[in-house]
């Protein structure tokens, strides 16, 4: 069984300028999360996706981050523009379904590491 | 007060030791319990999950969840060098959509 796909693995830009991270979840996983995990600590929930629809987006710093995933299958988490503070690992996961004990099973990508200077 | 403590570490241990890796919690209203173990630059990867309290056991693996202390634990028996890795613990409840997660505890095991 394949595992999440992320990319780019690394990205390094500039403050203010704009980047996109795409992630294509474990096939027939209804369920996509992106986390974004700063140097030493625990990943913080940004976004989940249920099929095509935001279940939580609370903590989704909106007025620069924005997230999609149209079709219910892969996803894109746009930052614009970044700022220094948004430098850390960008997390992509996916669960089979919305119910107890999927959402406990998340398998999670690689990560997308971002440096903004 | 942060919803989920966990000891940063870095934790050195001899290759075949036990090691236990604690979480503490605020939330009482927290039902499930994880703990994932992360390699160096690679995605967490589920280990064990517990629901509500008690133990649960999986090869050198044992979960143990102390709801009246608000306190979770991850036993490894038999420690060796491939455990070397960051141990997270993540809490949800029963009607909430998002993962609290510890900060992590690093742990190296020693040949």
């Known amino acids: 069984e394949a595992g999440v796909a992320q990319s780019p693995r690394y990205k390094i830009i500039e403050k203010r300028q704009s980047v996109a991270f795409w992630c294509n979840p474990i096939?027939?996983?209804?369920?996509l999360y992106w986390y974004q995990q700063i140097l030493g600590q625990g990943p913080k929930l940004l976004i989940q996706?249920?099929?095509?629809?935001?279940?939580?987006d609370s903590q989704l710093p909106k007025d620069r981050f924005s997230a999609e995933r149209l079709k219910g299958v892969d996803s894109t988490l746009k930052i614009q523009p970044a700022k220094l503070e948004d430098s850390a690992v960008y997390l992509c996961?996916?669960?089979?379904?919305?119910?107890?004990?999927?959402?406990?099973?998340?398998?999670f990508g690689p990560g997308t590491r971002l440096l903004v200077l | 007060q942060k919803e989920v403590e966990q000891d940063p570490g870095p934790l050195s241990v001899p290759e075949g030791a036990i090691v236990s890796l604690n979480c503490t919690y605020s939330?009482?209203?927290?039902?499930?319990f994880m703990w994932y173990r992360q390699y160096s630059r690679k995605g967490p990867e589920l280990l064990m999950y517990t629901y509500s309290s008690g133990n649960k056991e999986d090869g050198r693996f044992t979960a143990q969840v102390d709801k009246s202390s608000k306190y979770i634990s991850l036993f490894i028996r038999d420690s060796q060098p491939s455990d070397s890795a960051t141990y997270l613990c993540?809490?949800?409840?029963?009607?909430?959509?998002?993962?609290?997660f510890g900060t992590g505890t690093s742990l190296t095991v020693i040949p």
């Open positions: 993540a809490m949800d409840t029963n009607t909430g959509n998002q993962f609290y």
């Open positions: 939330n009482s209203a927290f039902q499930y």
């Open positions: 096939s027939g996983h209804a369920t």
């Open positions: 996961a996916s669960s089979l379904g919305y119910s107890r004990g999927d959402q406990e099973t998340q398998y």
């Open positions: 996706f249920q099929n095509n629809g935001v279940v939580d």
